[in-house]
């Protein structure tokens, strides 16, 4: 079946470096990629997403990546700070009225100060 | 974000036992979501909700039932067939042909 494999499960970064985080989906049919941010205790929220007619999308220190020839999609934290520190998810979906994600393993980040 | 409310917080099931863990939102959200999340294995899907009186079976559906009586609400039930319910239960709701996903603060499960 589908499935998204994502990498590193963990990750740790020197306060004000750059963080990557790497995503590879099977079902080329996917065209809906979001990334997750949850913070230990909270709920997983949104913080970037991208759709498969666009190759790269920022949003001031945060960009996503994406590949569709090779499939897979990157999460790029520059300047890091402590608050990044979380566990972030990658997912792919195909729109088509309901959203029906495949959620990667989760990468745990943890930004030191 | 406090537009969708799970409840309980926490949750002890004994053997034999069907729970039922309850999802609201007040998003006027037309889709819902329950997914699994255990240690290491990301969010597996369980079922899914596009309007009242509707659902489908997501990846990991076996043990668990649904229903969609109202909008605003979608109860999963843990019945006494799935045999590992320990984990974290989260539900999610969003607007249909919009991808992001809502979510609740989430149900841990625990079994006596």
């Known amino acids: 079946g589908e499935n998204v494999e994502q990498h590193p499960s963990t990750l740790s970064v020197q306060e004000g470096d750059s963080a990557v985080i790497k995503c590879t989906y099977s079902?080329?049919?996917?065209?809906?990629f979001p990334w997750y941010k949850q913070e230990l205790g909270k709920r997983p929220q949104l913080i970037i997403d991208?759709?498969?007619?666009?190759g790269e999308k920022k949003d001031q220190r945060i960009a996503v990546t994406l590949n569709k020839t090779a499939k897979h999609f990157s999460l790029h934290i520059t300047e890091t700070q402590p608050e990044d520190s979380a566990v972030y998810f990658c997912?792919?979906?195909?729109?088509?009225?309901?959203?029906?994600?495949?959620f990667g393993t989760g990468t745990r980040l943890k930004v030191l100060a | 974000d406090g537009g969708i409310t799970q409840s309980p917080k926490y949750l002890f099931r004994k053997e034999g036992q069907n729970v039922t863990l309850s999802c609201e939102q007040n998003?006027?959200?037309?889709?819902m979501y329950w997914y699994r999340q255990d240690p290491g294995q990301g969010l597996r899907l369980i079922y899914y909700?596009?309007?009242?009186?509707?659902?489908q079976k997501g990846d990991i559906a076996e043990g668990y039932s649904v229903s969609r009586e109202k909008k605003e609400s979608f109860p999963l039930t843990v019945t006494s067939a799935q045999k590992n319910p320990t984990a974290f239960y989260l539900c999610?709701?969003?607007?249909?042909?919009?991808?992001?996903?809502?979510f609740g603060s989430g149900t841990q499960l625990s079994v006596l």
């Open positions: 999610a709701s969003s607007m249909l042909g919009q991808g992001k996903l809502f």
């Open positions: 079902d080329s049919a996917s065209n809906y």
């Open positions: 991208i759709r498969s007619n666009v």
């Open positions: 997912a792919a979906s195909w729109a088509s009225g309901t959203y029906k994600y495949i």
């Open positions: 998003l006027n959200h037309d889709a």
């Open positions: 909700s596009q309007i009242v009186n509707d659902f």
